[in-house]
């Protein structure tokens, strides 16, 4: 369930002092419009999670979405599981984004009450008896240190048959299509009304704190963490989303 209730982003429309991009009060006061004008494919990645959360989920279990922002995946896990037993654990580290959350949810009421929202750091996040774990776009902003850790505890806290949805913006070890799919995310931005000032500023700002990797690292991290299966299930230029199976 996509929102649309946050302002334009307009953060790197005039020239500002370089400094890292952070989820900060400013962020998630245009988040929603910053998310769907920026990851191509967004919506149908979100959606797409909750049809997977229908197929995965197992009665009694939980399932986390780690990373949430304002609930995009959340939200939309929440409508299509309705009426199912589950509960649904919300974690991100961004207090400006959980208190917007947890505003949300207060708002839609009894409907959400299977939401549970922790403002906590997911290399803290313990997972239990989990049988769908979201991580859509949060890995990319994790040390690569703690990847693997993380990586093997949502693992471990999986339930037999059970899921993990990892989205990332991905690299090519080929340089010709790495610099073809940046150049077209460029104009796709353009397109979606960014100005060439605003691409530059954001990608300066982005350099040190979102560290993509190429789909075979994520298939090695997941496979050496245990799970039987992985594939990449959706793609658009340098953004994908990738299952595995437990
Ligand atoms: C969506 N999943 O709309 N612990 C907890 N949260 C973190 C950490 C961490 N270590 N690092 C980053 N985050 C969402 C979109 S946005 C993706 C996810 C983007 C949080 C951070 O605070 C932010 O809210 C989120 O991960 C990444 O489906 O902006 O490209």
Request: aromatic share 10%; net charge positive; hydrophobic share 40%.
């Amino acid at each position: 369930m996509i929102n649309r209730n946050t302002s334009k982003d307009d953060l790197f429309a005039k020239r500002v002092a370089p400094s890292d991009f952070a989820f900060d009060e400013k962020v998630a006061n245009v988040f929603d419009d910053m998310i769907l004008r920026s990851v191509p494919g967004y919506k149908t990645i979100v959606e797409m999670i909750g049809v997977f959360a229908w197929r995965y989920h197992q009665p009694g279990s939980k399932i986390y979405d780690l990373g949430c922002s304002l609930g995009g995946a959340t939200f939309e896990v929440n409508k299509q599981l309705q009426g199912k037993d589950f509960s649904l654990v919300a974690v991100d580290k961004s207090r400006a984004m959980i208190e917007r959350l947890t505003q949300r949810k207060i708002k839609l009421g009894a409907y959400t009450d299977a939401i549970n929202i922790r403002c906590e750091d997911i290399s803290e996040t313990k997972v239990e008896n989990a049988s769908v774990v979201i991580l859509n776009f949060t890995l990319q902003f994790l040390p690569i240190a703690f990847r693997k850790e993380l990586i093997t505890r949502i693992y471990d806290g999986l339930l037999p048959g059970g899921v993990l949805v990892m989205s990332e913006k991905i690299v090519f070890r080929d340089e010709n299509l790495n610099h073809l799919f940046i150049d077209m995310y460029h104009k796709y931005k353009e397109s979606n009304g960014y100005s060439k000032l605003e691409i530059s500023q954001k990608r300066i700002a982005l350099e040190d704190v979102l560290i993509p990797e190429s789909i075979d690292t994520h298939r090695n991290r997941v496979a050496t963490s245990g799970f039987k299966s992985f594939n990449v299930w959706f793609q658009c230029l340098n953004f994908a989303s990738m299952l595995s199976i437990k």
